[in-house]
């Protein structure tokens, strides 16, 4: 099977979508011209036009507005936000209108729009571009929420992202864009709200998702060399979660890790671990453990970065807890 990296698994779902369905159209800053800041759409203007491939102002507020009302009649924009904490801007028109909207018109309009872009930290970028917000957008009723964290996901999941009739929260990562990995020739689809378990254990289990992924990996590949099976799921969206296979996992298991970028508070690992502790209590042997960044804005200093981020040491003395080590 070929490799390819995740920047071009986006590519070839958007412009497969767009070959497909006239309908759909890509909108952002300087993703004609410029082919995209990180180069997701390289080509794109060349095969599809500008009336398809449109570069906007630096005004989110105003160009969510326009997808937003796009859809409403009909089309089925994809929005690109250079980066999700540009998306503040335009928090107004993603919750109070393309959210909200099918259900206060009575089911009369449907907002069939993806907003995508990368989330959460990418070096060395500071506090007012280093932010997970995930768990905000998972908060709010009438959105989806997918957080890919491969190549092969990305391209699966935002086909079906695309075709869904409601407004979808597709977030990604710089840090993952020049990531490579497998994806099929053949078109194909991926179900939102399905997780995966991407390795299989019997002494502990390990959920994440998005680049946090890279770290539960690491970890369950140190564990394995210490005598302890690790069974690790990547959520794949968090809105809605796959609690199903999490608590299937914890059956068999009996102890739970949650890995998350995000800050601790209100964050989906606080929201996995309420539903794990009220739906299988009893299968627990010991209490859910979660990681996450420390509460505190990330600073700009690499060596701040590193102590504050989730990291395989943390997650491994997380397992250490739960395993009673």
């Given at each position: 099977?070929?490799?390819?990296?995740?920047?071009?698994?986006?590519?070839?779902?958007?412009?497969?979508?767009?070959?497909?369905?006239?309908?759909?159209?890509?909108?952002?800053?300087?993703?004609?011209?410029?082919?995209?800041?990180?180069?997701?759409?390289?080509?794109?203007?060349?095969?599809?036009?500008?009336?398809?491939?449109?570069?906007?102002?630096?005004?989110?507020?105003?160009?969510?507005?326009?997808?937003?009302?796009?859809?409403?009649?009909?089309?089925?924009?994809?929005?690109?936000?250079?980066?999700?904490?540009?998306?503040?801007?335009?928090?107004?028109?993603?919750?109070?209108?393309?959210?909200?909207?099918?259900?206060?018109?009575?089911?009369?309009?449907?907002?069939?729009?993806?907003?995508?872009?990368?989330?959460?930290?990418?070096?060395?970028?500071?506090?007012?571009?280093?932010?997970?917000?995930?768990?905000?957008?998972?908060?709010?009723?009438?959105?989806?929420v997918v957080v890919p964290s491969n190549p092969y996901d990305a391209k699966g999941l935002l086909k079906s992202s695309i075709r869904d009739n409601d407004p979808v929260i597709f977030m990604e990562s710089e840090l993952m864009y020049s990531d490579k990995g497998e994806v099929p020739e053949g078109e194909y689809l991926l179900p939102i709200g399905q997780a995966n378990i991407t390795r299989e254990g019997s002494d502990v289990t390990l959920v994440s998702f998005g680049k946090m992924m890279k770290v539960v990996t690491e970890a369950a590949e140190e564990l394995a060399k210490n005598g302890v099976n690790a069974e690790v799921i990547d959520l794949r969206s968090v809105r809605p979660i796959d609690y199903t296979t999490i608590i299937e996992s914890v059956k068999k298991t009996n102890r739970l890790v949650v890995v998350e970028e995000a800050w601790p508070l209100a964050s989906i690992s606080t929201d996995i671990a309420f539903n794990i502790q009220k739906d299988a209590f009893d299968y627990l042997d010991a209490p859910v453990k979660r990681v996450n960044s420390y509460d505190l804005p990330l600073p700009y200093a690499p060596t701040l970065i590193d102590a504050i981020l989730p990291n395989v040491k943390r997650t491994l003395e997380a397992v250490d807890s739960v395993m009673y080590r």
């Open positions: 099977m070929r490799v390819i990296q995740f920047r071009e698994a986006l590519r070839e779902a958007m412009s497969e979508e767009m070959r497909r369905d006239e309908k759909v159209f890509l909108m952002g800053e300087e993703v004609a011209e410029y082919n995209g800041a990180y180069k997701v759409s390289q080509g794109m203007l060349d095969e599809f036009g500008a009336e398809r491939v449109i570069d906007t102002p630096i005004a989110e507020l105003g160009f969510a507005g326009i997808g937003v009302g796009a859809a409403m009649n009909g089309l089925r924009p994809l929005i690109e936000f250079m980066t999700f904490n540009f998306s503040l801007v335009a928090i107004d028109q993603v919750i109070n209108s393309a959210a909200k909207m099918m259900s206060m018109s009575g089911g009369q309009f449907q907002v069939p729009i993806v907003f995508r872009g990368p989330t959460g930290n990418a070096g060395m970028l500071s506090s007012q571009h280093s932010q997970n917000f995930e768990n905000w957008y998972a908060n709010t009723p009438g959105l989806k």
